[in-house]
Every structure is written in C-alpha cells, then in structure tokens.
C-alpha cells in the first residue's frame, strides 16, 4: 500500500511569488491535514480537508489556502511568498475526521531567497 | 487549550541502555496520544498510539509509551537502544477539531557508541 506522497520534495522560490505543493493521501484516506515545520515554531497545524471541503484552519494568514480534489489529493498554495515561509511542509493522511491517528508525507522542504 | 510539552530538548545516551523521553499533555477531553520520530529531512513516522484501555501501548521498533491520566504524561520507553534510533521525536495530542493534533516540541536523541 502506497504511503503518502508529497511532490516536489524541494522547491527555491523568490520573495514575492507564490507556490503550490501536492499531496496524494493513502489510497481510501479522504482527509488530508497540512503542517508547517520550522525550528522555531516546531510543528503548526494550518489546514484540514476532508470530502473537499476545509474542516479546520490553523492561525495563519490568508496567503496560506488549500483545496482538496475529488480523489482525496490535495493541494496547498502559498501567495506572495516571504522569507518566514521557508519551511518543511508536512501533509498528514487519516482515514476520517476526528478519526484518530494520522500518517504523514516525507514533506516538501521550502526554500524563499 | 490543548498543549504538549517535551522538557527535554535534548537527550544523549549509550547504545545498549535504556530511554525515557518525556511528555506533558494538557486537553479538555480524553486525549488521544501519539509518539512520531523524525529522521532528519524526512517526515514524520508513527511509533505508537494510545486511544483508549492498556494504559502501558506497545509500538513499533521496540518502543512502548504509558499513560498516566494522573500525571498527564505518556512517556515513550525503549529497554536498549540502537544507533539507529538517533532521531527526533514529538509527543503529540489530538484530535481536537476535526484532525488537527498538538505536538510538543521534540527532543532530539543521540546514541554514542
């Protein structure tokens, strides 16, 4: 059985762009969450999706957003990137909502200039 | 408000001896509890769980965590460690609102030979 899949797993972006990551849940899991990774602020939850519509968002400003598409895949698009955004960014995988344990992506590690 | 505390950051031990990484919940509701260990530059993998029942949960890898509803803990044990157990490690609680969990904010383990 596949484990989540997270692309592209590196990415460089320039202040003032914007990016969009993907992530492919376990086959059958149809809620997708999103976290942040920084040293300083250790794990933040920003969003969760599940049957495309978001659940729950995290304290983040509006530059962050997401959608989920039909077959549970998931995308996160950050706009007018700033340099406090470089960041290792999780994708976490659960069954259902409110369901309990969540399996996590490699992550796509986040780099702004 | 939910929130995990790890008080060690850090923690270095000899391969062969015994492990206890600490951890401090505070929730509103019967918690579920989790243990994830993060290689570095890869995501999160789960190590074990608690939901409900046998206070003492066996995971992967030849850990096991407790739980202490008196104390608000849920310590991972590992009886001897390997070389390859040098990772971090987060505690985490949740779900609250839909998926969205509570991590601690890891100790990193090193295992000297």
């Known amino acids: 059985k596949a484990g989540v899949t997270q692309t592209p797993r590196y990415l460089i972006k320039t202040r003032g762009q914007q990016v969009t990551l993907s992530c492919s849940p376990i086959?059958?899991?149809?809620?997708v969450s999103w976290y942040q990774q920084t040293p300083g602020q250790g794990l933040q939850f920003l969003f969760e999706y599940f049957s495309e519509t978001q659940r729950n968002k995290g304290n983040f400003p509006g530059r962050f957003s997401g959608r989920q598409f039909s077959n549970s895949r998931s995308e996160m698009n950050v706009s007018t990137l700033e340099l406090g955004d470089s960041a290792l960014y999780l994708c976490?995988?659960?069954?259902?909502?409110?369901?309990?344990?969540?399996?996590f992506g490699q992550g796509t590690r986040l780099t702004v200039v | 408000a939910q929130s995990v505390t790890q008080p060690d950051i850090h923690i270095t031990v000899s391969e062969g001896a015994s492990l206890e990484l600490r951890c401090n919940y505070s929730?509103?509701?019967?918690?579920?509890l989790f243990w994830y260990v993060q290689s570095p530059g890869q995501g999160l993998q789960l190590l074990l769980k608690y939901f409900s029942g046998d206070t003492l949960v066996q995971g992967i890898k030849g850990f096991e965590a407790e739980f202490k509803r008196s104390q608000s803990s849920f310590n991972l044990r590992k009886p001897s460690v390997h070389w390859s157990d040098a990772a971090e490690y987060f505690c985490?609680?949740?779900?609250?609102?839909?998926?969205?969990?509570?991590f601690g904010t890891g100790t990193s383990l090193t295992v000297i030979p």
């Open positions: 929730y509103g509701a019967t918690p579920y």
């Open positions: 985490a609680v949740g779900p609250n609102t839909g998926n969205q969990f509570y």
């Open positions: 976490a995988s659960s069954l259902w909502t409110g369901g309990g344990e969540a399996f």
């Open positions: 086959s059958g899991h149809r809620s």
